[in-house]
Structure formats: C-alpha cells, structure tokens
C-alpha cells in the first residue's frame, strides 16, 4: 500500500475514495491516470484541500455551485474553472461515504445491481460503487448542466472585459 503524505489532486485524479484506516478513521484511495495512492486525509479534506489551493475551500465552491445552478444536494463542484476539471460526490460531502468521480474522466456507467454502478473511465480503468444507477446518471446530468452554464457564465465575462478593454483604449 503506498501512502502519499503530500497528495495533490489535479486534472489526472479520477477518483477520491474513503478508505478506513481504523475503528472510523478515514483516509482516501485517490486513483490517477498515471496510478494510485493511499492518504491519511479523507475525502472531504483532500477536496477542501484542493480547492483552496485554487482560491477558495470546498464549502465556497459548493456555495458557488448552488448560487449558479441552484443545485444544494450533492452538488458538483469546479476545482479549477479555468481548466473546467469538474467533481461530483456520490453521497453529501460531509459523508464519511462519499466518494467523489472526475466528471472529465468518466466514460459511461453500467448498472451492476439495484444500489451498485461499474463506473468506466476513458482510459479503460473502472470502478464499482454502492450506488444506483440512476442516481448516479442524476448526479452527472447534474455536472453537465452546471459545466455548461458555468462555461456560458464565463465567455459572457470574458465578453464584457474584452469591451470594457476596447472602450478604454484612445
């Protein structure tokens, strides 16, 4: 089992796991395009982690997403809204259960059984989690939606400042 003590989620982490390490004490299983490491932070610190390290923690992007979107439960977060690296928990991130997906790598899901889905990531690695089916496709529909409105919320800034650049030159 390798432990990383730094982790540091990018564009290449797929997945962020709870992992119990003892009697409740949870870290995370983070599988990357490139391998897999084992943390002593769990999920929800990794991702807050994260998400401070692109200026703001993990409650202002779910604040963010909520504002946006209006989604409150389960809510899709941007790590990085440059990049448009997208994450979805698969129960509410204050569960010591939830795991959380890359949107950008998912591939497509597969119903397995009633609560199980085999999530297939676009570089043929896949996973299985205790969650149906149509909860999970909610929760990707969910991401899908916000990218888009979170990327036409962009563009439509990036507009307004290239006007307000022209206006100002002689």
Request: aromatic share 8%.
């Amino acid at each position: 089992m390798k432990f990383n003590d730094t982790p540091k989620i990018s564009g290449k982490t797929m997945v962020i796991r709870p992992y119990e390490l003892g009697e409740d004490n949870f870290g995370s299983y983070v599988l990357e395009k490139g391998g897999e490491y084992y943390t002593h932070l769990n999920p929800r610190q990794l991702m807050d982690q994260t998400c401070k390290e692109y200026g703001a923690d993990l409650r202002g992007r779910l604040n963010g997403t909520q504002h946006i979107s209006g989604v409150n439960r389960k809510a899709p977060i941007a790590i990085d809204t440059h990049s448009q690296v997208f994450y979805v928990p698969t129960t509410s991130p204050k569960s010591k259960e939830c795991t959380w997906l890359c949107y950008n790598h998912i591939q497509y899901i597969e119903k397995v059984k009633p609560k199980v889905t085999k999530v297939h990531f676009n570089n043929g690695k896949e996973i299985i989690l205790d969650i149906s089916y149509s909860s999970l496709n909610n929760q990707l529909q969910k991401t899908a939606q916000y990218s888009d409105m979170l990327e036409k919320r962009v563009r439509k800034l990036q507009k307004e400042i290239e006007l307000d650049l022209l206006e100002l030159q002689p």
